[in-house]
């Protein structure tokens, strides 16, 4: 297969990019560490929706932390796969 496209030299080659898979591991990991806030300040208990609000306060906290989790787990994902020589 060609590198570039013989008419208009637009790359025909998939840059691997892994990074929101890593952006999914860090959104888990997320998950969890709001429970360490969560929990001690609102409190959470299997007897009433308090869980539900937990996920829901989660996941805008995971949403407004997008901008800067794309950029950070696409670095991460560099890091980790793509050895830097000096
Ligand atoms: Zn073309």
Request: proline letters at 3%.
């Amino acid at each position: 297969m060609r590198n570039n496209c013989n008419n208009c030299g637009e790359r025909l080659i998939y840059e691997t990019n892994n990074g929101p898979g890593i952006n999914y591991a860090l959104t888990v990991m997320i998950f969890f560490l709001n429970i360490l806030w969560y929990w001690p300040i609102f409190g959470m208990s299997y007897k009433d929706n308090s869980v539900y609000y937990f996920l829901v306060t989660s996941i805008v906290v995971v949403i407004l932390l997008q901008p800067w989790l794309m950029r950070f787990s696409r670095i991460v994902y560099l890091y980790l796969f793509f050895g830097f020589r000096e």
